[in-house]
């Protein structure tokens, strides 16, 4: 499993976090644990494998947002109590 955070530019309010999410979850079916901050600036998720990130790029585009950049690292589960 991989975490992936994409940086993207255009978000301004909840609505804007919420249609990001959904905008990754219909693009990559797979993904879980999709966030999106507007303060940041970015979307994380976690995937299986390795994510599209050109046909999340053109989704994201699409949805009238500016995709920036990726970036990827391996997810490691935590237990309960660490």
């Known amino acids: 499993m991989n975490k992936y955070t994409v940086k993207i530019e255009g978000m301004s309010c909840g609505m804007c976090e919420a249609h990001i999410c959904d ?4 693009t990559l079916p797979g993904a879980k644990k999709v966030a999106a901050s507007r303060k ?3 979307a994380c998720f976690v995937c299986e494998g390795e994510a599209d990130m050109a ?3 053109k989704a994201v585009a699409g949805a009238g947002y500016t995709f920036v950049s990726a970036s ?3 997810y ?5 109590f660490g």
Do not use: F, H, I, Q
């Open 55 to 57: 046909a999340l790029e």
């Open 23 to 26: 905008t990754v979850r219909k």
């Open 72 to 74: 990827s690292e391996p």
């Open 40 to 42: 940041k600036g970015e």
């Open 76 to 80: 490691r589960r935590r237990g309960l």
